[in-house]
Nanobody, 124 residues
Framework: VQLQASGGGLVQPGGSLRLSCAASGRTFSNSAVGWFRQTPGKEREFVAAIRLSGTTTSYADSVKGRFTISRDSAKRTVYLQMNSLKPEDTAVYYC??????????????????WGQGTQVTVSS
């Protein structure tokens, strides 16, 4: 499975961005796609995840109420809508696939396929 992330950029505090993660290759109904972010010197941090069937989603406490993860199954794409962005949201954002997720994992090591990362910078 290959993942292609896009949609990052520079935005002012309080602004919005939408990230996209397009998947090619075989996935399964119990697969999950997660978004993680990383800043220099820090470990990759869970942001949000969604199962590729059903309605199960999960969010980090730091983004609840501001970020929304969704999917378009026909387009094989997962989106991360980010609103009310803060400077501390600045990071490289990665999407990743957990091919046979029994449940959504917050641990980046569980995810086996990764997109290339897209930079999000929140600054005035």
């Amino acid at each position: 499975v290959q993942l292609q992330a896009s949609g990052g950029g520079l935005v002012q505090p309080g602004g919005s961005l939408r990230l996209s993660c397009a998947a090619s290759g075989r996935t399964f109904s119990n697969s999950a796609v997660g978004w993680f972010r990383q800043t220099p010197g820090k470990e990759r941090e869970f942001v949000a995840a969604i199962r590729l069937s059903g309605t199960t989603t999960s969010y980090a406490d730091s983004v609840k109420g501001r970020f929304t993860i969704s999917r378009d199954s026909a387009k094989r794409t997962v989106y991360l809508q980010m609103n009310s962005l803060k400077p501390e949201d600045t990071a490289v954002y990665y999407c990743a696939l957990d091919l046979a997720a029994g449940r959504i994992s917050y641990n980046w090591k569980t995810y086996t396929s990764w997109g290339q990362g897209t930079q999000v910078t929140v600054s005035s």
